[in-house]
């Protein structure tokens, strides 16, 4: 499975930013798409994730009510984060991933291919 993730940037803190994912490849078992952040020296933490065969999405508590994360197209594996509100504490490297399965809350270790990571700044 290979991801390319596009977005991010740099936003002042009460803007949005939209960050897209998109899966190709051996995409059978990729039955489940998230997002995750990473700082460094920290472990990477999930985001938002969501399931690709019904309604279900996850949250951190630290941004529900203000990410959305959605898929774009019903054939392809695109998936998007909408980023709205956002704060400094957002200020983190993104990286879409794949899993086989949803679980509620997500295990980082289930998700076995992972994107090059995009930056998020907030100032």
């Known amino acids: 499975v290979q991801l390319v993730e596009s977005g991010g940037g740099s936003v002042q803190a009460g803007g949005s930013l939209r960050l897209s994912c998109e899966a190709s490849g051996n995409t059978e078992d990729a039955t489940c798409m998230g997002w995750f952040r990473q700082d460094p020296w920290q472990e990477r933490e999930p985001v938002a994730t969501?399931?690709?065969?019904?309604?279900?999405?996850?949250y951190a508590d630290s941004v529900r009510g203000r990410f959305a994360i959605s898929r774009d197209n019903p054939k392809k594996k695109i998936v998007s984060l909408q980023m709205d509100n956002l704060k400094p504490e957002d200020t983190s490297i993104y990286y879409c991933a794949t899993a086989r399965g949803f679980r509620d809350p997500p295990r980082t270790r289930d998700f076995k291919s992972w994107g090059q990571g995009t930056q998020v700044t907030v100032s």
């Open positions: 969501i399931y690709l065969h019904g309604p279900m999405t996850w």
